[in-house]
C-alpha cells in the first residue's frame, strides 16, 4: 500500500472506530424518554370510546382537565400494579383538574371486569375491542400512558408501569403549565 | 461463417427469446397494493417484522386499516403518513429517501464505485482503455439499477398504480376501489364525466357522510337510488339514501328506504344498525328500533359493533322500561369471539 | 456444585493465559519453549471448558434448581434430549458453549505447532491470537455473566427455556452450528493475525488454515439455513429471513467468509490477493464480534437477542480492541508481507475472484450499513429509524444476482489471462442449456422475471459442473482407466474445485428456491366456520373442528382441517401454543409440501369456538431453499473429504494441485474437437463412474473415522 492510501485508510479505519463506539455507547445508556412519541405536542386523538361500566360513550378530550389515559390489559402483569397506583391517585387528585381514564387493550370483557374487581373501579375505564384508540395513540403495548394537558395536547407519553413518584412529577409540572417534559427522566 | 454456427446462433436467439418473452410478460402483474403498503409497515409490537408478515393482533388492525384507506382511495403516502402520525418515524421499515435517509441510498453506490476503482488500480493490463471502459460500464449499470429502483418507489406511490385488485374477500365495497383520486373536488369532476357510474357516486356519499356535509351528500344518493345498478349497488344506494334522508332531518323517508334496503339483503348489517338508530333516535319509536336490534343482537359482529349495539340496546330499553340488559355479561356471553392478547410490549 | 464450575473455569482461565504467554514466546523464539508445556497449557485450557461444561449438563440433567442458570432456563418437565440442550438456551449458557468451542479450537491449533521446525514461529503467533479470544470468553462466563451463580432458595421447578426455542429439533441444533462456524473463523484470523505481527511473507497462513476456514464456512453456513429453516416451521409468519439485526449478525462474517474462501484459492494457488485475503479474514472474524454485540447486548431490538446485560460494554471493549490492533497491524505491516505479482487483466480467474471479492464486501457493507444506520441515527439525533426487509431486498436483489452470473462465468475463466471470446467459447454450450431450460419452464406457463433469470442460471451452472467432469474424465478413459479410478482420479486431484462446484450448484439452487418462494407466493386470510369449505389457491379446505389437548409442557389448541387438491387429501391441524412462562400464544404453522413441489402453509391467525382465522399461504418450491443450502454446506463436506480420500491414495495435501498450467479440466484445449465441442463420452458408463466414485468416497470416510484425528 501507498503511504498515502495508508494513512486514509487509517484515518477512515479510526473515524469508523471512532464513531461506532461513541454511537453504540449512547444506545446502550439510552434510557426511555417520556417525550418520545409521534403525538407529542398534537392534539389527543381519537374518537369516543364506550364506558364499560355506563354504557356511555366517553370522548378523550376534556377541555380544562389534564387527562391521564392508561392503557392496560388483564393479560399484562406489571399492568395490575400500576392500575391499584392509578386507583389510589383518582383520590389523590380528586380536588384538582386531573381526570383518570384506563382503556382496556384487546381484551375480553369479563377478563376486563375480573382485573377491576380485583384492582379497583376507581379509573374510569374504557374499551377498545376493535384496537382502534390503540392505533391512534401509537401503542405498541401495554401498559402505556399518555399525558394530555388542559388545552388537549399530548404532552407525554411513559411506556411500561409507572411509579407514583414519575406520575406526580409529570402532573405536577403540567398542573405548572409545562409543555416540555423531555427533562422528565424514567426513573431507573 | 459454416452453417452450423448460424444455426447455433439462431437456436440460441430463439432461445433467448423465449426467455425474454417470459420475463417481460411476467413483469407486469397486477399489484396488491394493501399487501405492498403493509409489507412497509412495521409490526409495533414486533421487532423487524412487517405489518404484513406479522400474525399480531395490532397487526390484522392495521391491514383492516389500510384496507379501509385504500377503499377510500388513499394514496399510499397517505396512508403511510397516517401511521407515522401515529407510531413515530420508525413505523416505516423502508425510511423513504430523504435528509439523512439519503445516507441509506447513497452509500451502496459509493461503496461499489470505490470497490470499482480499487479493482481498475489493481489490474496492471497494459490495455487500460478497455478496463476503463469496463468500469464505466459497471458504474453505469450501478447507476441504471438505482435510478430503476428509484422509479419503482415513486411509481409504488400515488395513484399512478392502475387497478389494485381485490385484496382479501373481506372487502365488500369493490365498487370505490379504483377511485385512488385523492380530493372530494377531483373526485366531483370525474363523476360529472361518468355520470352513469354508481360506484363512485356510492364512495363519494360516504366520503360526505363522513365529512359532515349531508346536503352534498343527499345530491348524490337522490340520483343514485334512481340509477341503473346491479342489486349490490342498488341496495347500497337504498342504504346511503335512507341515512342521509335521514341525517337530513327525515327520518321516516329514511326509515322508508333503509326498509327497501333491507328488503332486498334481510341480513345487511349495517341497514339492521342503521334502522335501529332511525327507529330510536328520529322516529322515537323504541319498540320497533328494539325488535331490529333483537334481529341484529343475532348476528356475528365484532366486539366493538357489539358494544355499540348493545348499548343502543340498553338505551331503548330504558325508554320502554325494561330491565337493562347488563352489559359485561351479554357481551362475555356473545363476545368470545374476540381474539387473543397480542404481544405485550 | 456453583464452586466445582466456577474452579474448572478458573483452571480454563489460567490455561489460557500460560497458553498465551508460551505462544507469545514461542512466537519470539521457538526454542525457548518446550512442545510439551505449550500443548499441556491448552490441553489444560480446553479441559477445564469440557468440565465447566459437563458440571452445567449434570446440573441440568440432574434438575439441580440451585443453579441459577439452570433455574432461569431449565423445567424438570423437559425431556433429555431437549434438557441437554438447554446449555444454550440462554445467554450465559450459550456463552459457556462458545468459550469451550474456541477452547477445542485453541487445543486444535496446539497439536499443529511444530516445534521441531524451530521455524513455526507461525502457528505459536496463531495459538497466542486464539488464546487471547478464548481467554476472553471465558472471562465473560466467569465474570461478567456468571454462569455459574447459585440461588439462595431454590424453586422446585424453573421455568423452561423459551418457548420459541422448545421442541424443535432444528433449533437444538442451529447454536452449536452457528458457534462452530462463527468460532472456527478465529484459526484462519490468528494464523492471517500472527503472520503480520511476524512480517511473515508467503502463502504458508493460507495454506495450513484451508481446511479450518473450509469447516468453518460450512457450520456456517448450515447454521444460517437451519435458522432460517426453523423460522419456517416454527414462527408461523411464513418466511424464513426477516433481515433482522440478528440474522444480519450472522449474514455478516458469512458474507466476509465466503469472500475469504475465494481470495484464499486465489492466494493459495497463485499468491495473488493476499491482502484481500487477510483484510477478508480480519473483516470476517471482527463482523463476528460485532454480531455478539450487536446480538447479546441489548443495542438493538430483535426477536432473537438475548436480554440485556452489562455484556455489552465489555464486549464492546473486547470489539474496539481487537479492531484498533489487527486495523493496526494490518495497515502498518500489510507491505511487508502482501507482495502480489501483478493482475494483468480483469478477465482471467483471479480477476474474477477480485469481482466475487468486490460484490461480495459490497454486499457486507450495504447489510452493516442497514443493520447500524438505526444505531446511528438514534445516537446522533435521538429519533429512531427502522432500516427493514424493503431496504435490504432493494439491495441485495441485484448484488444476488450479479453475483450468481460472476459465479457462472468465473468457473470456466482459466488463470493468467483469457479473451473474453475464449471465455465464450467455453460457455456457449452451458449458456445454451440455461437457456433452454428457461425456456422449458416459459412454455410451461412460468412468466416470472426473477424466476427465469435464475432459472437460466442454474442451467448454466449445472450444465457446466457436468461438462468440466465429462471433460476431465473423458481423456483418463481413453487411455483405458476404468469410470471408477477415472472418476476417483478426477475428483481427488482437484479436492477444493469440485466441493466448489458443488456448492456453487447449492448457491443457484437456493437463489432458484428464493425466487419461486418469493415471487410466485399466494398469500390469503379466511375465517372459517365449522364444517365450512372454502376453496382458496387450488386447494379446498373444510374446517373440521377446534382441537384442544395438553403436554408435559403447554397447553395445545388446534384447528384441524381436511385439504384437499387433485386427488391428494391431508389433515393438517394448525395450533396455538400457550406456555406458563410466556404471555402470548404461539403459532405453531401447519406445512404440507405437495407433490407439485409447493408448500401449503396454514397459520392461526385467531381461533374460538365459533371461528378460526387462517393465513393460508402456498409457496412453490421453497424446500429448493433448505435442499439448495445445505448442499452449500454439503460443498464444504465434499471438499474435505475428497481432500481425505486425497490424502489416503498417497496424494499431496492441499486442495487443489498448484501446477502451473492452472486447472487441467479448464484449459485442456486438445479435449475440444475442432470446433470447441468436446466429444461427450457414453453417459452410462460415466454415470456409473459419478456413482461409483460416491461410493469409494463413503467407503474411504468410513474406514478413516476410526483412525487418528491428526493429519
Redesign the interface.
Given at each position: 500500500m501507498k503511504r498515502t492510501s495508508r494513512i486514509a485508510f487509517a484515518i477512515v479505519g479510526i473515524m469508523i472506530i471512532v464513531g461506532f463506539s461513541w454511537a453504540a455507547v449512547r444506545s446502550l445508556n439510552n434510557g426511555a424518554s417520556i417525550t418520545n412519541s409521534a403525538l407529542i405536542g398534537k392534539p389527543v386523538p381519537g374518537e369516543s370510546l364506550f364506558d364499560i361500566e355506563t354504557a356511555e360513550k366517553i370522548s378523550l378530550n376534556s377541555p380544562g382537565n389534564i387527562v391521564v389515559i392508561n392503557f392496560w390489559a388483564p393479560w399484562c402483569a406489571p399492568c395490575a400494579g400500576e392500575h391499584r397506583m392509578l386507583n389510589d391517585a383518582v383520590a389523590r387528585y380528586a380536588q384538582q383538574n386531573v381526570r383518570f381514564v384506563g382503556i382496556a387493550y384487546q381484551s375480553e370483557n369479563d377478563a376486563v371486569t375480573r382485573f377491576l374487581d380485583a384492582n379497583g373501579h376507581a379509573v374510569r375505564t374504557l374499551l377498545d375491542p376493535d384496537g382502534k384508540a390503540a392505533i391512534d395513540f401509537g401503542v405498541t403495548g401495554p401498559p402505556e400512558t399518555f399525558f394530555i394537558d388542559g388545552s388537549g395536547v399530548v404532552r407525554a407519553r411513559v411506556a411500561g408501569a409507572m411509579s407514583t413518584a414519575l406520575l406526580d412529577d409529570i402532573l405536577t409540572k403540567l398542573a405548572n403549565g409545562t409543555t416540555d417534559l423531555s427533562k422528565i427522566k424514567l426513573a431507573s | 461463417m459454416s452453417r452450423r454456427h448460424i444455426i447455433r446462433a439462431v437456436v440460441t436467439a430463439l432461445l433467448a427469446g423465449i426467455v425474454l418473452f417470459g420475463m417481460i410478460a411476467g413483469s407486469s402483474g397486477p399489484r396488491d397494493r394493501v399487501r405492498a403498503i403493509t409489507s412497509r409497515l412495521k409490526c409495533p409490537v414486533c421487532q423487524g417484522e412487517s405489518v404484513a408478515d406479522s400474525p399480531s393482533d395490532v397487526s390484522r388492525q392495521i391491514v383492516a386499516q389500510v384496507q379501509d384507506q385504500v377503499s377510500q382511495g388513499r394514496t399510499d403516502a397517505q396512508i403511510e403518513q397516517y401511521f407515522v402520525d401515529r407510531y413515530g418515524s420508525n413505523e416505516l421499515l423502508d425510511p423513504p429517501p430523504s435528509g439523512r435517509n439519503l445516507v441509506l441510498w447513497l452509500v451502496p453506490p459509493l461503496i461499489f464505485a470505490g470497490g470499482v476503482l480499487l479493482v481498475q488500480r489493481k489490474v496492471t493490463s497494459p490495455n487500460r482503455r478497455r478496463l476503463r471502459v469496463g468500469s464505466v460500464v459497471a458504474l453505469a449499470a450501478c447507476g441504471a439499477v438505482l435510478l430503476v429502483v428509484f422509479r419503482d418507489r415513486s411509481a409504488s406511490d400515488p395513484s399512478s398504480a392502475a387497478t389494485p385488485p381485490p385484496t382479501t374477500q373481506q372487502a365488500t365495497d369493490t365498487t370505490t376501489r379504483d377511485l385512488s383520486t385523492v380530493t372530494n373536488d377531483e373526485m366531483e369532476t370525474v363523476i360529472s364525466q361518468n355520470p352513469t357510474v354508481v360506484g363512485m357516486r356510492l364512495a363519494i356519499i360516504k366520503r360526505y357522510i363522513a365529512d359532515g356535509e349531508i346536503d352534498k351528500a343527499l345530491r348524490h344518493s337522490a340520483v343514485a337510488v334512481e340509477m341503473q345498478s346491479t342489486p349490490a349497488e342498488y341496495e347500497q344506494a337504498l342504504q346511503l339514501h335512507g341515512w342521509v334522508t335521514f341525517l337530513h332531518g327525515e327520518p321516516a323517508s329514511g326509515a322508508k328506504y333503509l326498509r327497501a334496503s333491507l328488503a332486498l339483503a334481510p341480513d345487511d348489517r349495517d341497514s339492521l344498525w342503521l334502522l335501529a338508530q332511525v327507529e330510536l333516535n328520529g322516529l322515537k319509536d323504541p319498540q320497533s328500533s328494539l325488535t331490529v336490534l333483537d334481529r341484529l343482537i343475532g348476528e356475528q359482529m365484532d366486539v366493538g359493533r357489539r358494544t355499540d349495539v348493545l348499548s343502543l340496546l340498553n338505551v331503548a330499553r330504558k325508554q320502554l322500561g325494561l330491565a337493562m340488559v347488563d352489559l359485561t355479561t351479554a357481551m362475555a356471553d356473545a363476545a368470545r369471539s374476540t381474539t387473543t392478547p397480542a404481544v405485550s410490549g | 456444585m456453583v464452586h466445582v464450575g466456577q474452579a474448572a473455569l478458573l483452571v480454563a482461565l489460567l490455561g489460557a493465559a500460560v497458553t498465551m504467554t508460551l505462544g507469545w514466546k514461542a512466537a519470539r523464539s521457538p526454542a525457548s519453549v518446550s512442545t510439551r508445556s505449550l500443548r499441556v497449557a491448552a490441553v489444560v485450557t480446553f479441559l477445564g471448558l469440557l468440565a465447566a461444561v459437563a458440571v452445567l449438563e449434570d446440573a441440568l440433567i440432574g434438575n439441580d434448581f440451585s443453579f441459577r442458570y439452570v433455574a432461569d432456563h431449565h423445567s424438570s418437565a423437559s425431556s433429555l434430549f431437549f434438557t441437554v440442550a438447554n446449555l444454550w438456551a440462554g445467554l450465559e449458557g450459550s456463552l459457556l458453549l462458545w468459550s469451550a468451542i474456541t477452547g477445542l479450537y485453541v487445543l486444535m491449533i496446539s497439536r499443529r505447532w511444530r516445534r521441531e521446525d524451530e521455524q513455526d514461529r507461525l502457528a505459536a503467533g496463531a495459538l497466542c491470537v486464539a488464546s487471547v479470544v478464548a481467554g476472553f470468553f471465558i472471562a465473560v462466563v466467569l465474570f461478567v455473566t456468571p454462569v455459574f451463580a447459585s440461588v439462595a432458595h431454590p424453586p422446585k421447578d424453573g421455568f423452561g427455556a423459551n418457548a420459541l426455542l422448545q421442541d424443535n429439533f432444528l433449533m437444538v441444533i442451529h447454536p452449536p452450528l452457528l458457534y462452530l462456524g462463527y468460532v472456527g473463523l478465529v484459526v484462519p484470523f490468528s494464523f492471517a493475525l500472527s503472520a503480520l505481527a511476524l512480517r511473515e511473507r508467503g502463502v504458508g497462513w493460507v495454506l495450513r488454515t484451508q481446511t479450518w476456514t473450509v469447516l468453518a464456512w460450512m457450520f456456517l453456513t448450515a447454521g444460517i439455513i437451519i435458522g432460517g429453516w426453523w423460522s419456517y416451521e416454527v414462527l408461523?409468519?411464513?418466511?424464513y429471513w426477516?433481515?433482522?439485526?440478528v440474522e444480519n449478525a450472522s449474514f455478516l462474517p458469512w458474507l466476509a467468509g465466503t469472500a475469504f474462501l475465494h481470495s484464499a484459492v486465489a492466494h493459495a494457488r497463485r499468491k495473488l490477493l493476499p491482502?484481500w485475503s487477510i483484510g477478508l479474514i480480519i473483516t470476517a472474524f471482527l463482523l463476528t464480534l460485532l454480531g455478539t454485540?450487536l446480538a447479546r447486548?441489548?443495542?438493538?431490538?430483535?426477536?432473537h437477542?438475548f436480554s440485556q446485560s452489562n455484556l455489552?460494554?465489555v464486549l464492546?471493549g473486547f470489539l474496539?480492541v481487537a479492531?484498533?490492533i489487527s486495523?493496526w497491524l494490518f495497515?502498518?505491516r500489510?507491505?511487508e508481507v502482501a507482495t502480489a505479482p501483478?493482475?494483468?487483466?480483469?478477465v482471467s480467474r483471479e480477476?474474477m475472484f477480485?469481482?466475487n471479492n468486490?460484490l461480495l464486501?459490497?454486499f457486507a457493507?450495504?447489510v452493516l450499513?442497514?443493520t447500524?444506520?438505526?444505531?446511528?441515527?438514534?445516537?446522533?439525533?435521538?429519533?429512531?429509524?427502522?432500516?427493514?426487509?424493503?431496504?435490504f431486498d432493494?439491495?441485495a436483489i441485484?448484488l444476488s444476482l450479479t453475483l450468481i452470473v460472476a459465479m457462472a462465468i468465473g468457473v470456466v475463466t482459466p488463470y493468467r489471462e483469457a479473451k473474453p471470446a475464449d471465455v465464450w467459447d467455453e460457455l456457449?454450450l452451458s449458456?445454451?442449456c440455461g437457456?433452454?431450460t428457461?425456456?422449458v419452464?416459459?412454455?410451461f406457463g412460468?412468466?416470472?422475471?426473477y424466476v427465469?433469470?435464475v432459472l437460466?442460471v442454474v442451467g448454466t451452472v449445472v450444465t457446466t459442473a457436468v461438462r468440466q467432469y465429462f471433460r476431465a474424465v473423458q481423456p483418463r478413459l481413453a487411455l483405458g482407466e476404468s469410470s471408477l479410478t477415472a472418476a476417483r482420479n478426477v475428483l481427488t486431484l482437484r479436492p477444493g474445485f469440485w466441493g466448489g462446484q458443488v456448492a456453487h450448484i447449492g448457491v443457484a439452487i437456493l437463489a432458484l428456491g428464493i425466487a419461486t418462494s418469493g415471487n410466485m407466493a399466494d398469500?390469503?386470510?379466511?375465517?372459517f366456520t365449522p364444517a365450512q369449505t372454502i376453496h382458496a389457491d387450488g386447494f379446498t379446505i373444510t374446517y373440521v373442528h377446534p382441537t384442544a389437548r395438553r403436554t408435559p409442557t403447554h397447553e395445545v389448541r388446534g384447528a384441524l382441517f381436511q385439504v384437499t387438491r387433485g386427488d391428494a387429501t391431508r389433515l393438517m391441524e394448525p395450533t396455538?401454543h400457550k406456555y406458563p412462562n410466556q404471555?402470548?400464544?404461539l403459532?405453531g404453522p401447519s406445512i404440507w409440501t405437495t407433490s407439485h413441489g409447493d408448500d401449503l402453509y396454514l397459520?392461526?391467525?385467531?381461533?374460538?369456538?365459533?371461528?378460526a382465522t387462517l393465513?393460508i399461504y402456498r409457496y412453490p418450491f421453497i424446500y429448493l431453499v433448505w435442499i439448495g443450502g445445505l448442499m452449500m454446506a454439503g460443498g464444504g463436506a465434499v471438499g474435505l473429504l475428497l481432500r481425505r480420500l486425497r490424502k489416503r491414495s498417497g496424494g499431496e495435501d492441499g486442495f487443489d494441485d498448484d501446477d502451473e498450467d492452472g486447472d487441467p479440466a479448464v484449459s485442456s484445449a486438445p479435449l475440444a474437437d475442432a470446433?470447441g465441442e468436446i466429444a461427450i463420452p457414453t453417459p452410462v458408463g460415466a454415470d456409473l463412474g459419478l456413482i461409483r466414485a460416491a461410493a469409494v468416497a463413503l467407503r474411504g470416510f468410513r474406514t478413516r473415522r476410526g483412525a487418528e484425528l491428526r493429519p
Open positions: - | - | 408461523g409468519w411464513g418466511g426477516a433481515w433482522d439485526p491482502a454485540f447486548s441489548g443495542v438493538i431490538a430483535s426477536v437477542a455489552g460494554p464492546l474496539i479492531t484498533v486495523g495497515v502498518t500489510m507491505r501483478p493482475l494483468k487483466t480483469i480477476g477480485l469481482i468486490l464486501a459490497t457493507l450495504v450499513l442497514g447500524a444506520f438505526p444505531i446511528f441515527v438514534e445516537a446522533v439525533t435521538g429519533s429512531q429509524v427502522t432500516v427493514g426487509r424493503p431496504f432493494r439491495m441485484p456457449r449458456v445454451q437457456l433452454a428457461g425456456a419452464g416459459v412454455i412460468l412468466r416470472q422475471p427465469l433469470f437460466v398469500r390469503t386470510t379466511l375465517t396455538l404471555v402470548q400464544e403459532p397459520a392461526i391467525v385467531a381461533l374460538d369456538n365459533t371461528s393465513r470446433d
